[in-house]
């Protein structure tokens, strides 16, 4: 099976598991329609994936890996519904529909976007996710420093401070992993936990950060490249609003090298882990490939 069909097919996995969640541990009230409507809208479910095969990896029962998966989405939806907000990236659309807060209202959007932060620490201490209460704690704790000053908000910081203003490379990639990487980081970080082989932590954390330094690029290529109907949010924004990205200082071309560079130079250092497990390899290629 090819890797697109391997990520739809999780992806229809997860959302059957997701809705449930979903339906379930929320009351019937405009806060959770809105909840449900920023984070049941057509996303790629990426993460889910990469915590699926870290999974199969480390044989973490389905349960345990869909609960996992269900806390990184939750985290990612309330992201993006914070991001879209006229006070950050101020777009009024998200995968082709109205964002959160234009189909609702702004202050529901906040806190439908709290509420699903909220939820993510929820499920991770839930039993279901793991019988042992360090290794859910462990979880909450690694995730948290994903999420903080750190990580996604640190980086989601440095993002606004950043427009219309001139930025040198390093500090540009140090921006995107933390506001992106790091939560891809976790996505291949909680199944090794989950497992318990410590040994191999240190590799998920590299592979996540890395994984998700090529999904930024990317995205910011592609929102210069393609048009409303591709991206599903408004095109061409990045460069209207004076964002810093790496398409500002550098052209496409030393981009692929840059991005097929440090691939090569991770693979040869993990050798035989990719040896083992050629889909890590396969991914980390999926994202170089949309920069043709």
Do not use: W
């Not at 229809?12 to 009230?29: A, E, S």
């Not at 990469?50 to 939750?74: D, H, M, N, T």
């Not at 497990?277 to 043709?292: A, H």
């Amino acid at each position: 099976m090819q890797l697109n069909q391997l990520i739809n097919s999780q992806k229809k996995d997860f959302n059957v598991f997701y809705k449930k969640l979903l339906n379930k541990n929320l009351p019937k009230n405009v806060l959770s329609k809105a909840m449900i409507y920023g984070s049941m809208n057509g996303g790629k479910r990426i993460r889910p994936f990469l915590v699926s095969v870290f999974s199969k990896i480390y044989k973490v029962r389905k349960i345990q890996s869909l609960q996992l998966s269900a806390a990184i989405e939750s985290i990612h939806s309330y992201s993006l519904i914070h991001d879209d907000l006229p006070s950050m990236d101020n777009d009024d659309y998200r995968r082709g529909k109205l964002s959160t807060h234009k189909k609702f209202d702004e202050a529901t959007a906040i806190l439908a976007g709290d509420a699903l932060h909220d939820l993510a620490f929820e499920i991770l201490s839930n039993s279901k996710t793991h019988f042992n209460s360090n290794i859910r704690i462990n979880l909450i704790n690694k995730l948290s420093i994903c999420l903080g000053a750190n990580g996604l908000a640190g980086g989601q910081s440095l993002d606004l401070m950043f427009e219309n203003t001139k930025i040198e490379f390093s500090k540009i990639i140090s921006m995107y992993e933390m506001k992106t990487g790091e939560l891809f980081s976790f996505s291949c970080l909680a199944p090794c936990i989950i497992a318990n082989k410590n040994k191999d932590l240190n590799f998920a954390i590299k592979y996540g950060k890395l994984f998700g330094l090529l999904f930024q690029i990317t995205d910011d290529i592609l929102d210069e490249k393609k048009d409303f109907k591709n991206l599903g949010k408004t095109p061409g924004k990045d460069k209207k609003q004076g964002k810093s990205t790496i398409i500002s200082i550098r052209n496409i071309s030393d981009i692929k090298k840059f991005c097929i560079y440090e691939v090569q130079k991770f693979e040869n250092e993990h050798l035989k882990i990719f040896k083992k497990n050629p889909i890590l390899s396969e991914l980390l290629k999926f994202n170089i490939e949309k920069l043709d």
